[in-house]
C-alpha cells in the first residue's frame, strides 16, 4: 500500500509513517502548506498513492489564534480535498483525522459514533466544521472520518498535559501548575492509534465515521499518582486557574466497537497498552526511570530507537 501522508513531521505523524514502513507500506509526505491552495494542487497532482491519511491540524486547544484553526483545519483540508477531486483516478481511501473533542460535555458515556456533536471550543468547532465541508466531496472521493480520543507518547508537544507532567517527573521538579486534576480523559498510546489508522486504510468502509478509543478513562489525579509510583519521585500540584478553561470538557472517552470491527474485517487487533506502559516507555525516552528501580522491563511496548533517519523521535 501506497500511502500519502499530510502531517508527517507531526507528533502522530512521525510515529504513524515509522510503523507504516516497518509493515512494509510506502510512505510519502505531503509536505506543503495546506492553506497554499495551487501548491497543494500540484504536489498531489504529482503524487503517487494508493490511500491518503491527513492528520496535518492545529491541534492544541489552547492556542490564542482562533482564526488559525480554521484557516489549517477547514481550509487547509478543503485544498486537499479540491486536488484531490481533480486528480483523473480517485484514490482508495481519503481518511481525515477528526477529534472527539467534537462531542462536547456529554451525558452519555462511552460515548459512541452516532452521539450528537456539541462543541465547546474553537479546535472542536473547526473539525466539526472540516466534516461537514467533507459531504461537499462525498460523490467524488471515497472518505473516511475518525474521531481520535486523546492519546500521548514519545516526542508529542509539552504545551499537551501528559508530555508535560513527564517530563516534570522525570527532570525531579520540585512542581507543576495544572488546571483541574478531576477530568477524565482516555490517554491512549500513540501506537494504538497510528494501528487504528492503518486498519482503516485497509478496512475502513467509506462513508464511515470511527472512534479511536480504547474506553479506558483516567483523571489527571490519577496519572500523577502513576508517575509517582514509577518514578518514586513526589511533585507538588498547584492549581493555576488560568489553566481551568471555560466549557471544559470534564469526562470524555469512547466506545470502540466499530473500530473493533474494523480491524476484525482487516484481519488484526489493536494492541492498546495499558497506560503505565506508555507513561513507562515516555519517561524511558525522558531518561526519567532510575535503572535500579527495574520498572522499564514492564514495558512491553518499549520499542528499539527508529532506524529511519526521516522519522527522527
Request: proline letters at 7%; charged letters at 20%; aromatic letters at 8%.
Amino acid at each position: 500500500m501506497k500511502i500519502l501522508l499530510t502531517g508527517a513531521k507531526g507528533f502522530t505523524g512521525r510515529h504513524l509513517a515509522a510503523r507504516a514502513r516497518a509493515a512494509g507500506q510506502r510512505v510519502q509526505a505531503l509536505d506543503v502548506d495546506l492553506c497554499e491552495k495551487d501548491t497543494v494542487r500540484a504536489a498531489v497532482a504529482a503524487a503517487d498513492f494508493d490511500v491518503v491519511i491527513h492528520l496535518a491540524a492545529m491541534s492544541f486547544v489552547g492556542h490564542a489564534n482562533a482564526a488559525a484553526f480554521y484557516a489549517v483545519n477547514v481550509v487547509g483540508t478543503g485544498n486537499l480535498l479540491e486536488a484531490l477531486a481533480r486528480r483523473p483516478t480517485p484514490p482508495q481511501r481519503v481518511i481525515l483525522a477528526s477529534s472527539a473533542n467534537i462531542y462536547g460535555n456529554c451525558d452519555v458515556s462511552p460515548i459512541g459514533e452516532d452521539q450528537p456533536p456539541a462543541p465547546v471550543n474553537h479546535y472542536a468547532l473547526s473539525k466539526l466544521s472540516m466534516e461537514y465541508l467533507s459531504r461537499i466531496y462525498a460523490d467524488r472521493l471515497p472518505i473516511l472520518l475518525s474521531r481520535p480520543f486523546n492519546y500521548t507518547g514519545p516526542s508529542q508537544a509539552p504545551q499537551f498535559v501528559i508530555p508535560k507532567l513527564v517530563q516534570h517527573f522525570a527532570s525531579r521538579a520540585t512542581c507543576v501548575e495544572l488546571g483541574n486534576v478531576q477530568v477524565e480523559r482516555e490517554f491512549n498510546d500513540v501506537r494504538m492509534v497510528c494501528d487504528a489508522y492503518l486498519a482503516l486504510a485497509t478496512g475502513g468502509e467509506v462513508g464511515g465515521v470511527y472512534n479511536i478509543c480504547s474506553g479506558r478513562p483516567y483523571t489527571l489525579q490519577q496519572v500523577i499518582d502513576l508517575l509517582q509510583e514509577l518514578t518514586g519521585h513526589h511533585l507538588k500540584i498547584q492549581i493555576n486557574p488560568q489553566f481551568i478553561r471555560a466549557n471544559e470538557v470534564k469526562r470524555l472517552y469512547g466506545n470502540p466497537s466499530r473500530l473493533r470491527a474494523v480491524c476484525a474485517r482487516a484481519g488484526c487487533s489493536l494492541a492498546a497498552p495499558e497506560l503505565r506502559a506508555t507513561l513507562l516507555w515516555m519517561l524511558h525516552d525522558e531518561k526519567g526511570v532510575p535503572e535500579q528501580r527495574g520498572r522499564v522491563d514492564e514495558g512491553s511496548f518499549l520499542p528499539p530507537p527508529p532506524t529511519d533517519p526521516d522519522v527522527p523521535f
